[in-house]
């Protein structure tokens, strides 16, 4: 008698992974294109799904699937996930279709139930859930709205600090050189040709890595400092809104691109809550995300709704300063 079948997706911006479990072994991966509703609307998540499904099925195609667990970049709020439910649905031969937030996958991903997430790429966002199921989200408002400590925000601040140098209104910095190379200028005002019209978020975000590479500029370090510093406000300002029912140090897990374990990102954000007196244990992510999908699947739905904490606490910021002095 063949065993259950379970599928986890990770339906990002970029593109949407699915991992097909038999028991505890893998068989099967799919890739398709971005997941994010934000990016391609309810259709988009439903044709990703749909592919990235078909993909990890292969020969399998007729076997009906136990659980899908499905974790969703710009899926927050409950009128958005019932509607991603449903999308879901349609396209996948499942017995039960369970829509989270992405930052869930990452703590499942590094093995724990409870803690918060905190991804740094593009954009940055950070989720938290509670030993009692209770969650949280901070930040993820989009590079206009937001994403302090984000690929995009370092970049911006990169791309002004370079102007200001180059006006005599800021410090002179090493970082003008390989961000006018990056961006195939020859001089700093050449910068306006080629950021007007505005480029795509994700190419300016690009310019980030060189930020955080150049450990040895004291423009560029007092930027990923501040990167640092928005991202550890935003645990603690999860961790406050969450309360302190069952907390004991908990796991914080850092992913994206600029949060690879041992990156300077890592390391300035890792030090930062390290240091406070309220106490985290600092994880890095070592596999994908999808990972953490397919372990939610395996475990099976909840066994009653989860709580989103809504209410915010304005004293955070302060109390991050004072910890820090």
Known sequence: MAEELFMGFDAGGTKTVCLLGEGTTVLGRGEAGSGNPRVGGVEGFRAAVADAATAA??????????TAWIGVAGGDTPQMQAALSVAAESVLNAGRVSISHDGRLLLA????????????????SIYGRAPDGRQVTVGGWGHLLGDEGSGYDIARQALRVVT????????????????????????????????????PVTQIARLAR?????????????????????????????????????WTD???VLAGGLLSNGSTLFVRLAAVLEG???????????????VGALALAREG??????????ATDHRSEQELKESRS
Request: net charge negative.
């Open 57 to 66: 099925l292969g020969g399998r195609r007729e076997r009906r699937i136990t």
């Open 109 to 124: 991903a590094a093995g724990v139930s409870s803690g918060i997430a905190v991804v740094s790429g593009t954009g940055s």
């Open 164 to 199: 200001q140098a180059a006006d005599g209104r800021g410090p002179q910095t090493r970082l003008s050189e390989p961000i006018l190379q990056a961006w195939g200028a020859a001089t700093p005002v050449e910068l306006r040709e080629h950021a007007y019209p505005a480029r």
């Open 210 to 246: 060189l930020v955080v590479e150049m450990t040895d500029d004291d423009v560029a370090s007092a930027i990923v400092a501040r990167a640092a510093h928005d991202l550890a406000l935003g645990v603690r300002t999860c961790r406050q809104r969450l309360g302190s029912r069952g």
């Open 250 to 252: 908990p796991s914080v």
């Open 276 to 290: 406070l007196d309220d106490g985290y244990r600092v994880l890095p992510l070592t596999v994908e995300p999808v």
């Open 301 to 310: 739905p909840v066994e009653k709704e989860e709580e989103t904490v809504s």
